[in-house]
């Protein structure tokens, strides 16, 4: 469970895209879906073919400035045992070679604020119902204190929801896995736990109206191996009109669900080498 409590004041004030609108602009053209009988039709995607330590395209995506404040936090989610996050292209960056980099870095200081440093990139098109998301990912970054996630968000305070697509701890305590949180404060969710290792791998979710359907390594004829289905959770607010979310990538240090990062390796990684979303 991410726990997050927004995305901050100026992300909420950036225009967004949605489903069904036009076309993004940008130097990737659509381009063939992967493991599909038929070429699906994009509403969003982003190959990440952007020259050698250029930040993700500002177009699409926004880089979170701070950690978010966590209300009524327990010890390990007070500030200055959660890592900072930071817009900087050490920590987020295209690498030339196909791929988005988010890095956790570890540095002078006393505390884990001031030790520790990472990225949170989070996009600025959103999709809703009967929509797709997938994405290959690679997770360097399986080490003490580390908490990296591949999830999809509204931070709507009353009608707020999150789906974690994947999502490992450093804690070492809680089980990694796949997650669909109905409400933002980690009180109605419904979760699958499985292993979670450093290969590459893709990870997809179908929203239809029955409900969501999750796939790791995707191929045709492939059953999922998780669903959730319509409004089997309290609150559940992912078939309310208009209802959108926009995707996350992230590296948190420290935190309740890093906890303490001194016996983890630094820096650390995640890479993405696409996104994708097609409507179905």
Known sequence: ??????????????????????????????????????????????????????????AWWYLVPARETIKNPVEWDKPYNMGRYVTDQEHAFQDGKGNLVIRATRGPGTTIQEKYASAKVVGLWRGG???????????????????????????????????????????????????VHARLDGTSFATNPHPVDSDWHTWRMSWKPEGMYFWKDYAPGMEPF???????????????????????????????????????????????????????
């Open 1 to 58: 469970m991410m726990f997050m409590m927004g995305l901050g004041v100026a992300a909420a004030a950036l225009p967004v895209g949605t489903a069904g609108a036009d076309p993004l602009i940008g130097d990737n053209p659509p381009g063939p879906g992967p493991a599909a009988a038929a070429e699906p039709t994009f509403l969003f995607q982003d190959e990440f073919n952007g020259p050698a330590g250029s930040p993700p395209d500002p």
């Open 129 to 179: 119902i009967g929509t797709t998301w997938e994405a290959r990912v690679k997770l360097n970054c399986l080490t003490d204190g580390a908490w990296p996630a591949f999830w999809l968000l509204n931070d709507n305070p009353v009608r707020g929801g999150e789906v974690d697509l994947v999502e490992w701890y450093g804690n070492r305590d809680w089980p990694s896995g796949t997650t």
């Open 226 to 280: 998780f669903s959730v289905p319509a409004n089997s959770l309290q609150d559940w607010p992912f078939n309310d009109p208009g209802y959108t979310m926009v995707p996350v990538f992230n590296i948190a240090v420290g935190g309740s669900g890093g906890r303490e990062p001194a016996g983890g390796t630094y820096p650390a990684e995640m890479l993405v080498d696409w996104i994708r979303v097609f409507a179905g």
